[in-house]
């Protein structure tokens, strides 16, 4: 399986008390992602993302951006498909 990519969608607009409009992160959970070397790492990251964005609203746009990045990486994630990645 090929590595899961960061949350990040290349928005990079840091104006809601420090997260990103595209992504909801902030800088330091971006530097903290690329700190990350384990797959479950990384996916168990992009599910705290998600519920990051569920609390803060406004983030509809990102999961069908994500998902795209995602398939062309070839990369399913449980947290995006309910449960049912491989």
């Not at 899961?4 to 330091?28: A, E, L, N, Q, Y």
């Not at 990251?45 to 406004?58: C, I, K, Y």
Request: hydrophobic fraction near 35%.
């Amino acid at each position: 399986m090929s590595k899961v990519p960061s949350p990040c969608i290349s928005v990079c607009k840091f104006k809601r008390d420090g997260h990103c409009i595209g992504c909801s992160m902030t800088k330091g959970q971006k530097s903290a992602f690329k700190a990350l070397k384990k797959n479950t790492q990384r996916e168990g990251f992009v599910a705290l993302v998600t519920a990051q964005q569920a609390v803060m609203g406004r983030y509809a746009h990102w999961q069908a951006a994500y998902e795209k990045r995602c398939r062309k990486k070839n990369v399913s994630l449980r947290s995006l498909d309910g449960g049912k990645a491989a």
